[in-house]
């Protein structure tokens, strides 16, 4: 989860370009942060706990074409400056920084301390330096010695080091995502591509299993196992700079939010052939299982729904880190539709992993191109949502549900018809993010705000929403928030409910509608302040947050109201709803 980044070229500015795209990469995790940067004198460290983003890129104005940085999500050790990467060397020659986790790092530990080693961090990273020394203390080169070490390394990780004396950054990738940036001026290594992406847009992506060396005037891809040369294709990245800032607004979730005015069109904007192919391969297999984590988990729940409602077929939901526990059921005809904004998270590609070792298809819904679970997948489908930077996903989410909804209508052979509505729920979206829908929510945030907790019942496809709404509210303003369904009130939750407990009811406008409102009023009838998010308005509402008729779309526009909820309740709360604490958007560990 932690953000890699480093440079090495013909510009003196190394460490200026590291510290500003790092900035860029803060959403992978941002409790700590470190720089390297090699200069005549040697290699300076520059580390601390915090936020990159309160560093100035000033401070780093020495002469240096050889740099490395990152910003750390925390796995092994707690958040202090002396875990935090970069590591050095005891020589002081060999500067690393990792993401993931290297699995037998106790074990190398031990013998490292049986070489006189002694340990400044509790980092597994640590024992990554010294055992590149150690090998290069046999005379090996500096690659030669870093591959030599990732030999010896179990686990899923990506490593980046720089090397003062050879001038040459070396990474190497098992399981954790790196990209190189080919630019004018040099190469550019980093775990996602709005680190370099003002300064090239020309990437070269490594895959598992491999190393790539640059003294910053040609690169080379190596096997690791092997040693041997890789060649690479070069591939022109579509995003662009402006997509990946936030222009005027205060955060980056308010400007996805916002985005949803035209995400969802895009969404819809799929190859005709592409999906039908996909609809085929639905209809053959036999038994589909679709499976994601967090917000995607929660999509995946709705598309249960869209498959059953829309085409009447039967698909099999988990979460994708419960998959392992499907495969007796996979068979070489089953398929796995794996949904992941990313394309990185640890879980799903283990779940693709489950799925292939029993010679099951995957068809990948994701939006970054490139990533690791779409060039592994036989079928994939972009979500085409642009860069999503802030931790809670909310365009890729909508996004997401409408990919498979569009699948759901192609399986009825009804494509036309599903982008028909994809175009015309966008539409209605658009309508929706007017400045007074959002005052006015904005106005209940304000009311709401000090209490604990807060429920969101739902029921039918609002069930998986109101589950989504709870993560959304938790992991952005801090605020304890349960989703149920409906119908499972009675069950036990309703025990929690006292006079003037704030409580959330979904509701659409279809033939679940008349139990739910029965639900919501067994919520009023113990005192709950009862906030309605429904195209009509019914007098048990307290308030009222209309939502548009949009048919077999509706979770897709009762959603919108919920993102801006929490958002202005992690502002009204005084939190940062871009950085939440404890959470990384990429999750790359299990
Ligand atoms: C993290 C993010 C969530 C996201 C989940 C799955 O928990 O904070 O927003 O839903 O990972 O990520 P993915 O990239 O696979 O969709």
């Known amino acids: 989860m932690c953000g890699i980044f480093g440079y090495s070229g013909k510009r003196q500015d190394g460490g200026k370009i590291v510290v500003e795209g790092l900035k860029n990469l803060e959403y992978r995790g941002y409790d700590s942060w470190g720089v390297a ?14 936020k990159i983003s309160t560093v100035s890129s000033d401070d780093f104005s020495e002469t240096c074409c050889l740099a490395l940085a990152h910003t750390r999500w925390a796995t092994h050790g707690g958040v202090t400056p002396a875990n935090a990467h970069p590591h050095l060397s005891r020589d002081g020659t060999v ?61 899923r990780y990506a490593i980046l080091a720089l090397h003062q004396a050879s001038g040459m950054l070396i990474a190497a990738r098992t399981g954790s995502p790196l990209i190189v940036g080919v630019g004018k001026d040099g190469y550019y290594i980093a775990s996602d591509i709005p680190a370099f992406m003002e300064h090239t847009r020309t990437v070269q992506y490594l895959d598992d299993g491999e190393i790539v060396e640059t003294d910053g005037k040609k690169i080379t891809f190596r096997d690791i196992a092997t040693g041997e040369e890789r060649q690479k294709r070069e591939i022109q990245i579509t995003w662009t700079v402006e997509q990946a800032q936030k222009g005027d607004f205060a955060h980056f979730m308010l400007k996805e939010i916002m985005d949803q005015k035209e995400s969802i069109a895009r969404a819809a904007n799929q190859d005709e052939e592409e999906i039908m192919t996909i609809a085929q391969a639905i209809r053959n297999a036999k038994g589909t299982f ?11 729940m709705a598309a249960e729904y869209f498959f059953s409602v829309v085409s009447g077929h039967h698909v099999n939901v988990c979460s994708a880190g419960e998959f392992k526990l499907y495969h007796h059921f996979l068979v070489p005809e089953s398929l796995l539709i794996v949904v992941s904004q990313s394309g990185e998270t640890a879980d799903v590609l283990e779940a693709m ?18 990533s690791s679970v779409a060039r592994a997948a036989d079928y994939t489908l972009r979500i085409n949502a642009g860069p999503e930077r802030a931790v809670a996903s909310t365009k890729a989410m909508t996004g997401q549900m409408s990919v498979m909804l569009l699948i ?27 400045p007074r829908y959002v005052e006015r929510i904005a106005t209940i945030a304000g009311n709401i705000k000090r209490h604990e907790h807060l429920y969101i019942i739902g029921k039918s496809w609002h069930y998986p929403m109101a589950l989504e709404s709870a993560i959304k509210i938790q992991e952005v303003s801090y605020m304890h928030a349960e989703g149920f369904a409906g119908s499972e009130l009675k069950h036990g ?60 779309a509706q979770p897709i526009v009762t959603i919108i109201p919920i993102q801006i909820l929490a958002y202005e309740l992690a502002v009204q709360r005084g939190k940062d709803p871009d950085m939440p604490r404890n959470l990384a958007k990429s999750v790359t560990v299990k």
């Not at 994809?422 to 929706?432: H, P, R, S, V, Y």
Request: glycine share 8%.
């Open 37 to 50: 940067c090699t200069t005549k004198a040697g290699i300076t460290i520059r580390k601390d706990i915090g």
């Open 95 to 155: 500067a690393v920084v990792h993401n993931g986790i290297i699995e037998n790092y106790a074990e190398l530990k031990e013998t490292l301390k049986t070489k006189g080693y002694t340990f400044v961090s509790q980092t597994d990273t640590e024992v990554i330096p010294y055992m590149i020394e150690e090998e290069m203390k046999s005379g090996k080169s500096f690659p030669d010695a870093f591959r030599n070490a990732c030999l010896q390394f179990h686990g």
């Open 290 to 300: 679709l499976v994601g984590c967090g917000t995607a988990h929660k999509a995946c």
């Open 353 to 370: 992993n489950v799925a292939k070792s029993k010679g099951a298809k995957v068809l990948a819904i994701v939006n970054v191109e490139g």
């Open 408 to 434: 759901a209508y192609a399986l009825k052979n009804a494509l036309h018809d599903g982008k028909t509505l994809l175009l015309e729920t966008g539409a209605l979206i658009n309508d929706m993010l007017n």
């Open 493 to 552: 939750p309703i025990a929690l409910i006292e006079p003037g407990t704030p409580c959330i009811a979904l509701l659409g406008n279809d033939e679940v509608t008349s139990d739910m409102l029965n639900n919501a009023t067994e919520l009023k009838a113990r005192g709950a302040l009862l906030i309605g998010i429904a195209p009509k308005r019914h007098e048990i509402f307290d308030e009222w947050l209309k939502t548009p008729d949009a048919g077999a």
